[in-house]
């Protein structure tokens, strides 16, 4: 079977790999959609991003939707054929961090396709997958384009459960890639009652404006026009930081009321804040990272109809034209979500 | 002008009384649609309610809406002709938990039509009304029938903040009269997953089902349904207690999961409850009385869409059939929500 | 060895066991003091309460400490001869609750002495005992008895934390038994401002007193006391409720102010509450049951001297004289916390 | 009367000042002790800090307290000769922050000895003082040093509440000025289990230990010690930023554990953050700014012997030494809180 691999910045590959058979409690799985995320772009257009570095190579992927083909022995609740969207995080659950309920967490945490621990580990973007029963959550009614959405929505859904209460909340979301437009849908869902977006794209506003964002501003069109917010101490109570900026992250604090939540979703590095608005406003800064629960809680959401993610994406390639799939994913000027047809 | 006045259990009169005129800060309204809530049918059809009984006539209502027609000294922010939902919350303002900032505890408060401080507060459902500009919120784009649901909906979304973070969650909601019905509105605009509805009648059950609940129980066809989410000491994670009957409480507990929150919106007498299934699955029963600035919240979330109250609105009668109204209002196998045109 | 067997109300016997040896994980212990519970009480004066009842006979206790006599394979962190304070909560650490990290709403629980399922779970009231290590909490530099007394407190720290921030706060604890009083210590050292605590034996006020309570009030001799502090719709921020009786909690919830939390430790039949005040309040009720990390924590506290319970041991007997321990235990006008040497 | 009042950096005078007659509400106040604060010896040492710079002449201090000389008309509860501690905090209760009840964020605060508005707000080191009544909480039985520390001990049980509950937690204090210290006492009073503290001074660290830290790191003589704390992604739940230093905050970021807290209690300018490890952990920055209901909280504490602020009081100078009190206060080797007699 076929599998897309990255060897190092701006060589990626698809190759041949080894099919492998379900064990006991186990899944096998043909990929159907799979989408490219933020962290595959990075290990695809520069081999790495902060200290972690491509260091042998690596099957890509973790937003993965696939039909089940078989059953290893014990497994019940999915069926040959059944669509399902499959979660990329495979806690120990096992340490100490597991066994409070804290999986993401977890201190031997396998995620799909991640460079961080060596030997790497390796992703889901190939043909055929064996997965433990307990990341399956089934996808019935949903296209597999959708069921593939369920992991970076449950990324943002975590964040908005990190982000606490949000019913009749203001809401300001700062860089509208998938992430922040993902964001601006769970916090609707969530009950925020204006949502503010900005981003530098039109492309990517247009987008977070059609599914539902109040009002978006292009802070290259409109410096100043977030400024307004600030009076009186600020006006949103809510911040999900997308856009890894510190520029965003400081216009938002000032745009910020007494005692606002700033959600940090981005990884980046080290980033100046302006910690004398922090302290004296009593703002809160709560690092929000990957998922649990949420991943099924996502799939049940898409499937009443309660989120509807189709809007995101923008293009949808078969497997032999990956490379190309990564290249439009990077010009977020005319993508949102890319995904690849296995 | 004319007002809809109780005397006493089943003597309600539609009478003259003198208009007011607006001081400073104040403003002169011509009310549009009143509806007719529980307590207003206790006192029409039982003279009150537990300890709290009519001593004197009393004007009736606090769900309305109006136009103003006069603006007092120093008031900005309104039009004349401008559609208002009038808030019947007027706390001090000074006392300690106004000060808190707990303003539905106010020690001095004078809620519209309200038997119980003598002599009672008078209600709103009176032609000409002249009320405080802070409780005035402008309605642009909503019916007047809607405008005036703002009164219950602020309820059932004050319960829904006590509740706390909705999203993801698996409701139940308990008794589907306005309150149970605007309560699985509110839980589904926080973002509720799953929405269980019980109740007697089928045809508060079918507007339950309407407005959103993924599955309805008729307790008198069904009087076992309930007990499967009992399995494993329960499914539920919130309970919205909007019945009053000790037995669909003690329901309802049984089918909650450990950490269950229960909300308690109902304002009945003593009830017997099971302590050995709060403590052992250290459930959480909390009060939610009235609201403060959910008001102005459900205002907005109806003007974009994000609530739909019409589906409630049953009955709308013009004032002369006021008894009418509420002889309608108190046959819940019909109506919903009963509204008076002024 | 010998152990204290409950056969039926009021025939308790001390009779020869078989001693267990430890496998792979576990630890041979020699029984040091045990403490008698409520629930010990129970069993032996009325074979049992509600609807757990004594259907075989079963070895009783809880509380208690012990010296290591045998490591079984694999342990480490423990040495022969050490005092460790023996939990006796063993959650199967499995089911979906032990998963979130709710081990004390574990479905599989096991803990000692327990009639609740059948075959009954036997106690730790014997000269042997065989625990998994992670039953064990080292407790150097505590005697005996106050190790045997980690298990109540935990039952207080655990409630305490139920009961949320706690800095600054006004608490009534409502029934002086020893969960009272460890009540008392526990809301003191998570920071209450001022605490008030009511019963009727003037011998637990005086404990109660001397713990630490700022004012003790005996209901019996003055029962309009507590009136005073439900002016302005009350003074406690927080309410443990600890004597199961319905007119403390009443009389309790009339005391506590706004939005005050009760936090109901006692394991009773059904109760009637004034849920006009509970809603009316805004008021939280939330069962609290056992514990699970506070176990441990509760050590710490006693080891650093952050938490004194010397003064709750009234009695120490011999284990020849368990029948009279378990008879002055009964006696509240006298026995705080009575214990038994092994 | 004498006044202490800064010019401009190092130019601090005792000056002759018109004395005040206390209107209705207001009671006038013989000074006792004023304790100098960290911001005083910014304006003494350097004229202002940050934006906040001298620009016209300034009474100092906000740490005071006072005997009552004199009633304005219509003050109940307190009496002529009585010790009281006074609160610096004047917010207007009237903004939307003072009525949502957060009147630490009032936005016409007039805070004693403030640079921030011009003209500055005058501050309270004068022999006499008028307030407001609610400004005095009455300090019968503590010392005027120990009522003059309320107003520190305020932000430090501020920044308690604003850290969540604390009970059993593990927490570490970086920066072991009086604002540390005082945290360390003040975590320990809400129920900490370990109190780690570290800093550079030898002097501070004993004092640290003194109170009740169970170890103190000498930053200088063991830079690695901290890094233990580190293992597994870390060990405490809270962290105490106190030393507005952002190699202290890195560090003590690797020493959180996942979801462990930040309180930010220094106010300084821009600081740099490990944006990565904040976000993978899921940690929480918390800003603290000053208090408001905990200033009669700490005093209560401190009556009761529950909180003993003694020991840092390490200098009394009288107000003829008020400049060598500055110039002691400035050496952190020697000297944790250097308090005026006036």
């Known amino acids: 079977m076929k599998a897309i691999i990255a060897h190092a910045a701006k060589d990626l590959r698809i190759e041949e790999v080894v099919e492998e058979e379900p064990g006991p409690g186990e899944v096998k799985l043909a990929l159907a959609t799979g989408g490219i995320c933020g962290s595959d772009l990075h290990y695809y257009n520069h081999g790495g991003f902060g200290a972690v570095r491509l260091k042998q190579p690596m099957i890509l992927g973790h937003e993965v939707s696939a039909y089940v083909t078989a059953l290893g022995e014990g497994v019940s609740?999915?069926?040959?054929?059944?669509?399902?969207?499959?979660?990329?995080?495979?806690?120990?659950?096992?340490?100490?961090?597991?066994?409070?309920?804290?999986?993401?967490?977890?201190?031997?945490?396998?995620?799909?396709?991640?460079?961080?621990?060596?030997?790497?580990?390796?992703?889901?973007?190939?043909?055929?997958?064996?997965?433990?029963?307990?990341?399956?959550?089934?996808?019935?009614?949903?296209?597999?384009?959708?069921?593939?959405?369920?992991?970076?929505?449950?990324?943002?859904?975590?964040?908005?459960?990190?982000?606490?209460?949000?019913?009749?909340?203001?809401?300001?979301?700062?860089?509208?890639?998938?992430?922040?437009?993902?964001?601006?849908?769970?916090?609707?869902?969530?009950?925020?009652s204006e949502i503010?977006?900005?981003?530098?794209?039109?492309?990517?506003?247009?987008?977070?404006?059609?599914?539902?964002?109040?009002?978006?501003?292009?802070?290259?069109?409109?410096?100043?026009?977030?400024?307004?917010?600030?009076?009186?101490?600020?006006?949103?109570?809510v911040?999900?930081?997308?856009?890894?900026?510190?520029?965003?992250?400081?216009?938002?604090?000032?745009?910020?009321?007494?005692?606002?939540?700033?959600?940090?979703?981005?990884?980046?590095?080290?980033?100046?804040?302006?910690m004398m608005a922090i302290t004296s406003k009593e703002l809160e800064l709560r690092g929000s990272f990957r998922f649990h629960e949420e991943f099924a809680v996502g799939v049940g959401l898409m499937q009443k109809g309660l989120i509807d993610v189709k809007p995101l994406i923008t293009h949808t390639l078969p497997l032999d034209e990956a490379v190309n799939a990564f290249e439009i994913a990077s010009d977020r000027s005319k993508a949102m979500k890319a995904q690849i047809v296995f």
């Open 77 to 192: 609740g999915l069926a040959v054929g059944q669509l399902v969207a499959v979660s990329p995080s495979r806690p120990c659950r096992s340490c100490r961090y597991c066994q409070e309920g804290l999986y993401n967490q977890c201190l031997n945490m396998r995620f799909y396709g991640s460079a961080m621990p060596f030997p790497h580990i390796q992703g889901a973007f190939r043909q055929s997958l064996v997965a433990d029963k307990l990341q399956c959550v089934p996808a019935d009614g949903l296209t597999p384009g959708e069921a593939a959405m369920a992991e970076p929505l449950a990324v943002t859904l975590h964040a908005t459960r990190r982000a606490g209460p949000m019913l009749g909340k203001r809401v300001l979301v700062t860089g509208c890639g998938p992430i922040g437009v993902l964001s601006i849908l769970s916090a609707r869902r969530a009950g925020a």
């Open 196 to 237: 503010v977006a900005t981003d530098l794209s039109a492309f990517t506003l247009s987008l977070a404006k059609q599914v539902g964002a109040d009002r978006v501003i292009n802070m290259a069109e409109e410096p100043e026009a977030l400024a307004a917010y600030g009076a009186d101490k600020g006006t949103f109570d």
């Open 239 to 274: 911040l999900y930081e997308c856009s890894g900026a510190a520029s965003a992250l400081a216009g938002g604090i000032a745009a910020l009321r007494p005692r606002g939540i700033i959600v940090q979703l981005g990884l980046g590095g080290d980033m100046t804040l302006p």
